[in-house]
């Protein structure tokens, strides 16, 4: 079935320091999601990206769809302590456009 | 947070006993789903519904059932828990956009 691989699974920062997570997939992706979860938290809905290279901006957030649309990024600028947390891409998959998580990246930053 | 409940929120249980989940929704969404989240595997998908009466097993649905009798009910039942069930399980919602995920706040399970 439809996979998502999503790397690092682990990052440790200062804070300060940027931090980009990765997702990829062999399969050409109709769009992807990105969700945040704090620690003991739930996840949250971010952003989606629809189309081919597309570009949003969430304040310090940074999200790229890939051209080919089989992968895409987060970037966050001059990490924060309040960044803390597992994010997640999701990719649409299945008749009833089920979502497909990637394993996420769990950040820490260090003050 | 999309009007989304879960009950109870903490449960601890022994082998072999029957478990219900609950989650609650006050917005009339059409889509619900189950998830189970665990270290290395991220959010797996047990069970989901596209209405009421109307639900389809997911990713991991094994040992597990559903019912949806009302919009604003999605049930999930362990007939007979195991420990391999010991996980925290999130309900969510499909959004009004195009395929985005409301999440409620989770039950964290546990069976001895």
């Known amino acids: 079935g439809q996979q998502v691989m999503q790397i690092p699974q682990y990052q440790h920062v200062q804070e300060g320091e940027d931090f980009t997570t990765y997702c990829n997939s062999s399969?050409?992706?109709?769009?992807i999601q990105w969700y945040k979860q704090r620690p003991g938290g739930h996840p949250v809905f971010l952003i989606q990206?629809?189309?081919?290279?597309e570009v949003k901006k969430q304040k310090r957030l940074t999200f790229q769809f890939g051209e080919a649309k089989k992968n895409s990024s987060l970037h966050i600028t001059a990490t924060q302590t309040t960044d803390v947390g597992t994010y997640f891409c999701?990719?649409?998959?299945?008749?009833?456009?089920?979502?497909?998580f990637g394993k996420g990246t769990k950040l820490s930053v260090k003050p | 947070d999309a009007g989304i409940t879960q009950s109870p929120r903490h449960k601890v249980t022994e082998t072999g006993t029957p478990v219900t989940l609950r989650c609650h929704q006050t917005?009339?969404?059409?889509?619900m789903y189950w998830y189970r989240q665990d270290p290395g595997h991220g959010l797996r998908l047990i069970h989901y519904s596209y209405g009421v009466k109307d639900t389809d097993k997911g990713e991991v649905s094994d040992g597990y059932s559903v019912s949806r009798s009302k919009t604003e009910d999605f049930l999930l039942t362990l007939e007979s828990a195991t420990s391999s069930q010991t996980s925290v399980y999130f309900c969510a919602i499909k959004g009004t956009g195009v395929y985005e995920q409301y999440f409620g706040p989770g039950t964290r399970l546990t069976v001895t």
């Open positions: 990206l629809v189309k081919s290279g």
């Open positions: 917005e009339n969404h059409r889509y």
């Open positions: 999701a990719a649409t998959g299945g008749s009833q456009g089920n979502l497909i």
């Open positions: 399969t050409t992706l109709s769009n």
